[in-house]
């Protein structure tokens, strides 16, 4: 799909039972050889959450479901490409086994906090999240709500 100058990507914060983080390391583009949160763009036909739980699937065979919105990462790109995304906390379902997406990925492993701080393949993104309060003042998706016949929408929900 042709993303044109604007993106709108979603990442996936998933914590196993002991505190450890769900991280890949990418094939390409900026994170190569990074350890970063899974993640990718928004498809056509598609919600933000439908975006993270397919893409956290995708890259490691886990099953999610989405816990809350706990940040978002915005940039512009060469003055001219708006970068965002939109970060979830997700819960995972304990009997899932990790499978790499090994046309996207070199890894995928839990690593714990502090295993993640001293990496100097970690991304910036997750040393900020790491170094952050209470990451976890999520936003919950309400869903069920109709703004109006005349927006036509397929999908909607809001997550206050």
Not at 33 to 58: N, Q, Y
């Amino acid at each position: 799909m042709k993303r044109e100058k604007v993106w709108l990507a979603v990442a996936g914060l998933v914590i196993d039972k002991d505190g450890n983080w769900l991280v890949v390391k990418k094939k390409y583009g900026g994170l190569k050889g990074m350890w970063s949160l899974p993640a990718g763009f928004v498809d056509e036909g598609e919600t933000v959450d439908e975006a993270v739980l397919r893409e956290v699937k995708e890259e490691t065979g886990l099953t999610t479901t989405v816990n809350g919105i706990i940040g978002v990462r915005t940039g512009v790109i060469g003055n001219e490409i708006s970068d965002n995304m939109i970060i979830f906390h997700l819960n995972h379902i304990d009997s899932d086994k990790i499978k790499i997406e090994k046309s996207e990925l070199f890894d995928v492993q839990w690593k714990s906090p502090n295993a993640l701080m001293v990496d100097g393949k970690t991304s910036v993104m997750i040393h900020e999240m790491l170094k952050q309060g209470d990451l976890f003042q999520r936003h919950q998706a309400i869903e069920g709500l109709n703004p109006g016949e005349q927006f036509g929408y397929t999908s909607y929900k809001l997550f206050m």
